[in-house]
């Protein structure tokens, strides 16, 4: 475990050395920025309705208003589109370029790789997520959102975020090509995010495995300041099985030669 830091150092260099990262975090942060705006914009034509009928101003809520589809579903679907870019790079740069042969000849354990590159994309995710504090900022100088509800909504989206970086270093582990990396990383990062859908049209056992691998369907409770432990242990399941996919494809190569 001693080389996964010196790993994870070396990525977080890389990013910040190229485009990625001053291309993907000034994204994230105009397009949250800009859902932010609009759901505060809808949060005061309410309040201002709320201010001539007394029934409509006991209901209004900037958590279900604002907080609610904000991290639910907003932020959290733009992440099917950018993380693949942090994580496509991953481990199809080092195949393109040869280096994964070398990499793979030094006194490093192809855990130590996974986990250290995994790690350097979960640091640049947690740089956007960090810069949106700004939102609850302002969220608190204009109404008083609760506490719990906003918490537990940072730590579904910071889960949803490590589960598409899993799946994305599984997609970049499979090709040497950068963009095919990023194509097979969206596709299935939407694929977890839309099949619950399909439950609507299946029943019994069909319908509550589909409802139970939707990421989406996990995401709720968190929205709604309940952290439960199946949501937890569904992420944490995902993200492991998706990284030891990957630790399985690097192993697979260092046993061909």
């Known amino acids: 475990m001693r080389n996964v830091c010196p790993i994870m150092k070396k990525e977080i260099r890389s990013y910040f050395n190229s485009p990625i990262a001053y291309v993907v975090i000034p994204a994230f942060l105009i397009i949250a920025g800009w ?16 201010m001539q009928n007394p029934y409509l ?30 994580s496509m790079r991953l481990l199809a740069e080092e195949k393109k370029s040869g280096t994964i042969e070398l990499l793979l000849t030094y006194p490093v354990t192809n855990f130590e790789i996974v986990m250290g590159k995994y790690l350097s994309s ?50 970049s582990s499979l090709t040497e090509n950068q963009i095919v990396a990023y194509v097979v990383g969206i596709a299935a ?15 019994g056992f069909l319908k509550d495995l589909l409802t139970y691998v939707s990421l989406t369907q996990h995401l709720q409770n968190f929205s709604k300041g309940v952290i439960d ?29």
């Open 189 to 203: 990062c939407l694929l977890f995010w839309i099949i619950g859908w399909a439950s609507a049209f299946t029943e």
């Open 122 to 171: 979960m640091g640049v995710f947690a740089v956007m997520a960090l810069l949106t504090v700004l939102y609850p900022l302002l969220m608190f100088w204009v109404s008083n959102p609760e506490w719990g509800p906003l918490l537990s909504s940072y730590l579904g989206l910071l889960l949803v975020g490590a589960s598409f970086l899993a799946l994305g270093l599984f997609a």
């Open 57 to 86: 101003r006991s209901q209004l809520n900037i958590t279900e208003v604002v907080v609610r589809p904000l991290f639910s579903g907003n932020l959290t679907v733009w992440l099917v589109i950018l993380l693949p870019a942090v």
């Open 229 to 257: 432990t199946a949501d937890l242990a569904y992420y944490l399941i995902f993200i492991v099985f998706f990284l030891f996919c990957a630790l399985w494809v690097l192993e697979s190569r260092r046993w061909r030669g």
């Open 35 to 50: 859902f932010f705006y609009t759901s505060m914009a809808f949060y005061s034509v309410l309040s201002f309705q709320a």
